[in-house]
């Protein structure tokens, strides 16, 4: 089983600033690595699919990147709306799919 | 528009069966695979099962497996997640969702979700 381990657990910056989330699959999934934000309350969100091809309506503050083991989601500029957990995702192990554990960003 | 509007949810002992629904519009059900994802309180997000568009393959988080059953009728547009052998660690918000169209598999839909419902709560306690 593929294991996807997300870092930091939480986050914490400022409006404005960048954020740099990692996620570090235990083996190679190529680029089959999605990014979701999930906001309190709410129904996960895509962001970000094939690891690096941002979602239908997703701002150009987000993007991802890698492949392999090791992923990076950027958002360049943090807005109030991006304070949320965010998860990253694989399907290697087809036909099973797993969730990383989550980062949350929170504000400083 | 498009949309995933789950039922069936509620409070259940141990040991006792479940039947979540899941209705979908607005987009042609019957070519998409379909999914179940569930998050336990204050905890992530886990993969449950996925069915194939035409309902002809299944398969299970090991989780679930031999407990839960998904199927779907495309004549009425629904999915569902049939729990058996409820525990306690089976309480979770249950989402069904939908995958992309991006990249087409053979199950019906890409490696990544980008329709979810808004979810049901499921309480197994006695």
Redesign the interface.
Known sequence: EIVLTQSPATLSLSPGERATLSCRASQSVSSYLAWYQQKVGQAPRLLIHAASNRATGIPARFSGSGSGTDFTLTISSLEPEDFAVYYCQQRSNWPTWTFGQGTKVEIK | QVQLVESGGGVVQPGRSLRLSCAASGFIFSSYGM?W?RQAPGK????VA?IWYDGS?K?Y?DSVKGRFTISRDNSKNTLYLQMNSLRADDTAVY?CARP?G??WNE?GG?????I????TMVTVSS
């Open positions: 999914h994802v992530g997000l886990e993969w996925v393959n398969y988080a989402y992309s991006y990249n199950y890409d490696d990544a979700f980008d979810w419902g808004q979810g």
